[in-house]
């Protein structure tokens, strides 16, 4: 894949993870640490979802169209 799905993944993943942490922190008397402590694979499961679901169909067709450009004739 392009570096820039995978760029753009990443900082989706870390706003969804870094605003949950700020809610949790501001919304209780958790620390972050405690919060790290309470992280589990469930959210991290979550997160990566959001995060993908955030990736733009566009970014996503500009990687295919490098890749493979015969398919992508007139491929909306």
């Excluded at 589990?40 to 169909?57: F, Q, R, S």
């Amino acid at each position: 894949m392009d570096q820039r799905v995978t760029a753009t993944f990443k900082a989706h993943y870390l706003r969804q993870t870094f605003m949950e942490m700020l809610t949790v922190v501001d919304r209780t008397d958790t620390t972050i640490k405690d919060h790290w402590h309470s992280f589990y694979i469930l959210k991290g499961i979550n997160n990566i979802n959001t995060a993908w679901d955030k990736v733009k169909v566009k970014c996503m067709n500009e990687v295919w169209h490098k890749l493979l450009p015969e398919f992508m004739v007139g491929f909306t």
